[in-house]
C-alpha cells in the first residue's frame, strides 16, 4: 500500500493506494502543533477502520507546503512505518520543467497538481485551485510548469471583509439569487463569490493570451480543484473538469516514475530485505534473488559489498541509491 500525503495550509489529504488505485482518501485539518505521535495515532485510527495497520504501508510520499509538518511526517514514516518517506522537490527527477524563476520556490502541491492535469487531460491547461488561495497553475503541451498565479482564497477574502468591518459579518458561501444584491447578506455574497468569479475569469483571459504556441484558446483545458471547486465550477462556464484529487494523483505518478516497480530505484529494491543495526541505518542490504532479477542482483551484490566496506556504516537509504548508481 502507498500513502501519498498532501500537506495543505487548511488540510491535510491522505490517499491510501493499493497499485494504481485509491483506497480511501481522508481529509483532517492542518495543525501546525500536533506531534508526530499526534498524527501516528490519528493515521492509525484512519487505518483501523479500513483493516490496517501502519506497518501495512509500504511506502509514502509527501507532498508539503507546510514547511514545520515535513518532518513530523518524515519522523512518523521512520518510527511508525519503518520507511523513509520521499519527499517532494524541485531537484527530484520530476519529468517536467519549472519555467519559472525560482524553481525552488513552487509550492510542491502546484506541482504535482499539474503533472496530475496533464496526465489526465493534457496540456496546454491552467489549474484553479479553490484553496485557501485560489491559485493557476500553468502546463504546457509538453508538460512543463509555466507560472501561474496566486489570489486570497474565497475564506480568506471573506474573513478579512467580515474582520475588518464593523458591520460586516460572516456569510454563507452560496450564490446570491442575483449580482444585484438586496440587502447585507446578499451584498456580501455577491461580492465575495461574483467577484471571485470575476477574478478568475480575468486571470483565465489574461493568462490565456500568454500561453505560447496556443493556436486556438479553445485548445486550453480549464480544470479546477479544492474545498470550493464544486460550488465555484457551475458558476464559472469557462471550468471544463472538476477533480478533487490531481494532487494526490500526481503524487502516485511520481511515486511511480521514482519508486515504482519499473523506476530504477524500484528494480533494484524490488523482493528486497533490508535490515540495520537500529539508528545507524541499515548498513547491510539483502537483495532476494528472484529468477528474473538473479545475475544483475547478484553483480549489484558484489559492488555493494565492496561500497559497504569502504563507505562503513553511515549509509542511509537515498546516499545508498547514489552509491549504487556510482557503482554501476
Ligand atoms: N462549504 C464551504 N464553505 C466555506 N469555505 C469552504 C467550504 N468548503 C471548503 N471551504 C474552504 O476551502 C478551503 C479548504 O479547501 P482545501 O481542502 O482545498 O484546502 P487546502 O487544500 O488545505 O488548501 P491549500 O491547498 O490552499 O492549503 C478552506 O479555506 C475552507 O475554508
Ligand atoms: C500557493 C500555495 C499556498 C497553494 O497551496 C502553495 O503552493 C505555496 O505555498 N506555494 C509557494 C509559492 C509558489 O508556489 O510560488
Known amino acids: 500500500m502507498l500513502l501519498a500525503l498532501d500537506i495543505s495550509n487548511t488540510n491535510i489529504k491522505f490517499g ?9 482518501r481522508w481529509v483532517v485539518s ?5 506531534t508526530t505521535d499526534e498524527y501516528a495515532m490519528v493515521l492509525s485510527d484512519l487505518l483501523r477502520h479500513v483493516g490496517y495497520i501502519l506497518t501495512d504501508i509500504d511506502d509514502i510520499i509527501i507532498s508539503s507546503v ?3 509538518l515535513t518532518p513530523v511526517f518524515e519522523d512518523l514514516a521512520t518510527r511508525y512505518c519503518n520507511l523513509e518517506a520521499l519527499v517532494v522537490n524541485h531537484t527530484l527527477d520530476l519529468g517536467i520543467k519549472l519555467l519559472v524563476d525560482n524553481p525552488w520556490e513552487v509550492g510542491s502541491d502546484r506541482i504535482m497538481t499539474i503533472i496530475a492535469a496533464h496526465h489526465l487531460y493534457g496540456g496546454p491547461a491552467i489549474v484553479i485551485a479553490f484553496s485557501t488561495a485560489t491559485t493557476f497553475d500553468v502546463v504546457s503541451a509538453e508538460g512543463d510548469f509555466l507560472g501561474g498565479a496566486i489570489a486570497p482564497g474565497l475564506s480568506i477574502s ?26 447585507t447578506i446578499e451584498n456580501m455574497q455577491s461580492g465575495i463569490i461574483y467577484g471571485h468569479v470575476g477574478l478568475v475569469q480575468g486571470l483565465i483571459a489574461r493568462i490565456s493570451k500568454e500561453i505560447p504556441d496556443v493556436i486556438h484558446e479553445s485548445e486550453i483545458k480549464i ?18 473538469y472538476v477533480n478533487q484529487y490531481l494532487p494526490l494523483e500526481g503524487l502516485r ?15 533494484l529494491f524490488h523482493n528486497r530485505v533490508w535490515w540495520g543495526d537500529g539508528n545507524r541505518h541499515l548498513p547491510t542490504i539483502l537483495y532476494k534473488t528472484s529468477s528474473k532479477h538473479r545475475r544483475s542482483t547478484k553483480k549489484i551484490r558484489q559492488q555493494l559489498c565492496c561500497l559497504i566496506k569502504k563507505s562503513g556504516p553511515s549509509w542511509t537509504r537515498t546516499r545508498d541509491l547514489s552509491l549504487i548508481r556510482t557503482a554501476l
Open 158 to 183: 471573506a474573513e478579512a471583509l467580515s474582520s475588518s468591518a464593523s458591520q460586516l459579518y460572516r456569510v454563507n458561501m452560496t450564490p446570491p439569487r442575483s449580482a444585484l444584491g438586496k440587502n
Open 66 to 68: 507546510v514547511p514545520p
Open 223 to 240: 480544470i479546477a480543484h479544492g474545498g470550493m471547486a464544486q460550488q465555484m465550477a457551475p458558476i464559472i462556464p469557462e471550468i471544463q
Open 30 to 34: 492542518t495543525v501546525r502543533q500536533r
Open 16 to 24: 491510501l493506494y493499493d497499485h494504481d488505485v485509491m483506497k480511501h
Open 253 to 267: 505518478l511520481i511515486h511511480n516514475r521514482l519508486r515504482g516497480p519499473d523506476s530504477f530505484e524500484g528494480k
